[in-house]
């Protein structure tokens, strides 16, 4: 089994603060999802990274394999950015999930 | 291209009862996971179905199970509801390119309640 954990598990920045998650797996991976939950419950899959870094928007997913770690990050952040961020690995056929990471951007 | 479509989208039932969540995955993909979101466990694997077989199974019951036809819709099939199978439930769908396994697109998620 994969131990995924997140950190923070909630944080509060203000409009326009540079956000870090962060997400450290314990079991080597084939791919590390970067997914966000608007309330209401639909996910966004962000980005699906096996190595190095993603850049989409504001948006920037790194991921280091030998150090079993990633991290997501948001630019100039804005309170549609408000959301659950959740960080999923995938080990042959079997997805696990950290507990998530509830931001909250104020204006 | 049309997104991932879960249907329905709410739904409440009575303890013992059975329930169908169906799941049709965008045009093209073959692969349908599905997961369970409770505010106590947080999102788990259940299944995932790929052209028509299942292929990996998370640590759920037996009253837990699923299909996939040949269209690539998906169904899950809850039987003998307990309380504690109120929760969302998502699928996501993606397919292999080149061997490798693409990036997956989730549904809405169904919201089921057991009374």
Known sequence: KNEVEQSPQNLTAQEGEFITINCSYSVGISALHWLQQHPGGGIVSLFMLSSGKKKHGRLIATINIQEKHSSLHITASHPRDSAVYICATRTGNQFYFGTGTSLTVIP | KAGVTQTPRYLIKTRGQQVTLS????????????YQQTPGQGLQFLFEYFSETQRNKGNFPGRFSGRQFSNSRSEMNVSTLELGDSALYLCASSTLHRGRRTEAFFGQGTRLTVV
């Open chain 2, 23 to 34: 799941c049709s995955p965008i045009s093209g993909h073959r692969s349908v996971s599905w």
